[in-house]
C-alpha cells in the first residue's frame, strides 16, 4: 500500500511502526459515555477504531467512558453495545472507566502525596475566576499551599462521603501561568452524590474526564487513543498525567486527534438530541429522523450503506460539515442492489378493466431484483379492479404527460397494456374510477407482438380485492436550515420542520407484503425505498419510508 492512501491516522501509526512499535503493541479502544444513543458521528470514530483493528489485526476495545453518575444510564450502554454490534464489529474486551475507580484514586493519593495535588474548597464559580484568560496568568487558589497531610485527610473524607456536593474538590498542581488553560491546576476529583449505574453507592467522588481517560488508556495498554479535535489542547494535560504515573516498562498511550464528523441538516450533539427526544419533537432516540445509529437502522439504513458512507466521508485533520445526500446515496445504491421490487399505491383511484372477465384472477410472475439474478420472482395477483395512484392520471394530459390520461395507453407493470376510455365522478367532481380497456394480448412476457409494443408509460397498481392495507411514514429533514446549531443568535429548536413526517393512513400493498419483516427491505416500484417499522403489529403494518428514488422509471 503506498503511503498516499493511507489516511494521516494511519500514516502516524506506520511512522510509529518503523521506529520500532511492535506490531502486537497495537491496540484501539472506542470510548463513548454511556449518556445517550450513538449517532453518526460516532460511526465514524467506530469505523475508524474498528477499521484499524481490523488492519492491523489488532484488539479494538470497547470502553465505556463512565464517570459521570447524573447522565449515565444502563438503557444507553445496552443501546450502545447493540448498535456496535449491528454495525457488524466486534470488540475485544468490554471495559469500564469506573472499573478503574479504585487505581485512580489510589494513584491520585500518590499525586497529593508528592505535592502534585491539593484539596480545594472554593466554588467552582470563584475557581473559573480564578482561571485567568489565555494572555494574562491565572489566580492561584489561596489552598493551593494546603499541607500534603491536611489534603490527604480532607481528599480521603471526600470519599467517605462526609462533606456535601460542590464543597471540595481534588486539583491538580501544575502552573497557573500556563499559556494552556487546560494546565491551569485542573481538576482532578468531584463530589457527586448520585447512584451509578454499576458502582451503585461505593463512591461520591469522580474523575474528571481528563484524569480518567489516559490514564484508563493506559490501564489497557490502548497504543493509540484517538478523539475528536476539541479534545487537542487537553493533549498536554494528558501527557503530564501519564508522567506521572508511568511505567517506562509498559506501553506509553498516544493521543491523536481527528475532526468530528457533522451531517448537514441536523445537529449531532447527545446533549441536543437528548433534548429533542424529552421535549417530544421526536418520539425517541430511534425516531427514523434521528441521526441515531438506531433511528438510522429503524428508518431502514443498512450497517453495509453506513459502513459505506463512513469510507467515503473518510478522516480529516479539519472540522466539516458532510452533506446528508452523501448518506442518502450510500442507502440508495444497497438498497437498489438489495431490496425486493414491490407494489403500493399511497394515493389510490380505482381503475376498472371493462374488457376483463368478471371474477377471473390471473397470478403474474415479478422479478425481485432485476439488479439481482439469483434473487427469483414473486407472484402478483391481477384482477378487473385496480389501484394506481390518482397522480398517475389526468383526463387531459400535454405530450409530456407518460401516464394515464383519456384515450392514451400506458403499461401496468409486468401486466398488461391499458387505454382510458373514461372516468366516474361524484357530486363534488372527484374522479371516482377510470374505466379502462385492456388489450388481452399485450401480457408482459408473453413473447405476442403485442407485448412487445412500446408504450411511453409504466405505472404500478395493486389488485384491489387481493390488496391489503397498512400506515406508511414518510420523512423529510428533520431541520429547516443546513447547520442549525451553527447560529450564534439563534437557538437549533427555532429550525424544527415542522412537516417532517407525513402519515399516509391507508396505503394499498400487493399482498406478498403481508410476509414482511423488521429485516426485509422492499423498493416500492416507482416510490422509494420501504422498510417495516418497529411499531407495527399484526393487523396493523407500518412501513417507513426509508429513502426516495433518485429516477423513477418515467415521468
Ligand atoms: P456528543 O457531543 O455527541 O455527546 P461526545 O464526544 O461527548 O459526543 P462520546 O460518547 O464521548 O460523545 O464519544 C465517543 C467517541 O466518539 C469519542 O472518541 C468521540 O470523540 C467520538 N465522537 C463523538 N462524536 C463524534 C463525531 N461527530 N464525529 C466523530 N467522532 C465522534
Ligand atoms: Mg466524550
Ligand atoms: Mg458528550
Redesign the pocket.
Known amino acids: 500500500e503506498s503511503p498516499e492512501t493511507l489516511n494521516f491516522i494511519e500514516q502516524i501509526i506506520e511512522e510509529d511502526l518503523a521506529k520500532g512499535l511492535p506490531k502486537e503493541k497495537l491496540r484501539f479502544r472506542?470510548?463513548?459515555?454511556?449518556?445517550?444513543y450513538?449517532?453518526?458521528?460516532?460511526?465514524?470514530?467506530?469505523c475508524?477504531?474498528f477499521g484499524l483493528g481490523e488492519k492491523y489485526n489488532a484488539p479494538v476495545n470497547l470502553r465505556f467512558?463512565d464517570t459521570n453518575p447524573a447522565k449515565e444510564e444502563q438503557e444507553y450502554v445496552d443501546a450502545?453495545k447493540r448498535d456496535i454490534a449491528w454495525l457488524g464489529f466486534k470488540w475485544a474486551n468490554e471495559c469500564y472507566s469506573s472499573d478503574y475507580f479504585q487505581q485512580l484514586y489510589d494513584w491520585a493519593v500518590q499525586l497529593i502525596k508528592e505535592g502534585k495535588a491539593y484539596v480545594d474548597q472554593q466554588s467552582s464559580e470563584q475557581i473559573a475566576e480564578q482561571k485567568g484568560t489565555p494572555t494574562t496568568p491565572g489566580k492561584p487558589s489561596p489552598f493551593r499551599d494546603r499541607p500534603v497531610a491536611e489534603s490527604l485527610e480532607l481528599f480521603e473524607k471526600m470519599k467517605n462521603g462526609e462533606f456535601p456536593a460542590g464543597s471540595y474538590l481534588l486539583r491538580a498542581k501544575i502552573d497557573m501561568a500556563s499559556p494552556n488553560m487546560h494546565m491551569r491546576d485542573p481538576i482532578l476529583y468531584r463530589i457527586i452524590n448520585a447512584p451509578h449505574h454499576r458502582t451503585g453507592s461505593d463512591w461520591c467522588i469522580y474523575p474528571m474526564?481528563d484524569w480518567a481517560h489516559g490514564e484508563s488508556d493506559y490501564i489497557e495498554q490502548v497504543s493509540h487513543s484517538?478523539?475528536?479535535l476539541?479534545?487537542k489542547l487537553h493533549r498536554e494535560l494528558y501527557d503530564w498525567y501519564l508522567d506521572q504515573i508511568y511505567d517506562p516498562s509498559l506501553l506509553r498511550p498516544k493521543q491523536r486527534e481527528?475532526?468530528?464528523?457533522?451531517?448537514s441538516y441536523t445537529v449531532?450533539?447527545?446533549?441536543?438530541?437528548l433534548e429533542l427526544v424529552q421535549k417530544k419533537v421526536v418520539a425517541g432516540w430511534n425516531d427514523p429522523r434521528m441521526p441515531t445509529i438506531s433511528g438510522l437502522r429503524r428508518r431502514g439504513y443498512t450497517p453495509e450503506s453506513i459502513r459505506k458512507f463512513s469510507d467515503l466521508s473518510g478522516i480529516s485533520k479539519r472540522d466539516n460539515v458532510t452533506d446528508v445526500s452523501l448518506l442518502e446515496y450510500c442507502i440508495r445504491e444497497d438498497l437498489n442492489k438489495t431490496a425486493t421490487r414491490v407494489m403500493a399505491v399511497l394515493d389510490p383511484v380505482k381503475v376498472v378493466l371493462t374488457n376483463y372477465p368478471e371474477g377471473k384472477v390471473e397470478m403474474l410472475s415479478m422479478e425481485n431484483n432485476p439488479e439481482d439474478l439469483n434473487s427469483g420472482t414473486h407472484e402478483v395477483p391481477f384482477s378487473k379492479e385496480l389501484y394506481i395512484e390518482r397522480e398517475d392520471f389526468k383526463e387531459e394530459a400535454n405530450k409530456k404527460f407518460f401516464r394515464l390520461s383519456l384515450g392514451n395507453e400506458v403499461r401496468l407493470k409486468s401486466a398488461y397494456i391499458i387505454k382510458a376510455d373514461s372516468v366516474v365522478k361524484d357530486e363534488a367532481g372527484n374522479i371516482t374510477e377510470i374505466h379502462c380497456t385492456v388489450d388481452l394480448d399485450s401480457k408482459s412476457g408473453s413473447g405476442t407482438e403485442a407485448s412487445l409494443r412500446k408504450v411511453k408509460g409504466t405505472l404500478h397498481w395493486v389488485s384491489i380485492v387481493h390488496a391489503i392495507t397498512a400506515e406508511v411514514r414518510e420523512y423529510d429533514r428533520l431541520f429547516l436550515d443546513e447547520a442549525p446549531d451553527a447560529h450564534e443568535d439563534k437557538n437549533f429548536m427555532e429550525f424544527i420542520n415542522p412537516d417532517s413526517l407525513n402519515i399516509i393512513k391507508k396505503a394499498y400493498l400487493e399482498p406478498y407484503l403481508a410476509q414482511a419483516t423488521l429485516d426485509d427491505k422492499y423498493q416500492f416500484q416507482r416510490l422509494g425505498y420501504f422498510t417495516l417499522d418497529t411499531d407495527s403489529k399484526e393487523g396493523h403494518l407500518i412501513f417507513n419510508k426509508t429513502v426516495g428514488l433518485k429516477d423513477s422509471w418515467a415521468k
Open positions: 472506542f470510548p463513548p459515555e454511556p449518556n445517550g450513538l449517532h453518526i458521528g460516532h460511526a465514524a470514530s467506530i475508524l477504531n467512558d450502545i474526564y484517538l478523539c475528536t476539541e479534545f481527528f475532526a468530528r464528523r457533522n451531517l449531532m450533539s447527545k446533549r441536543k438530541l
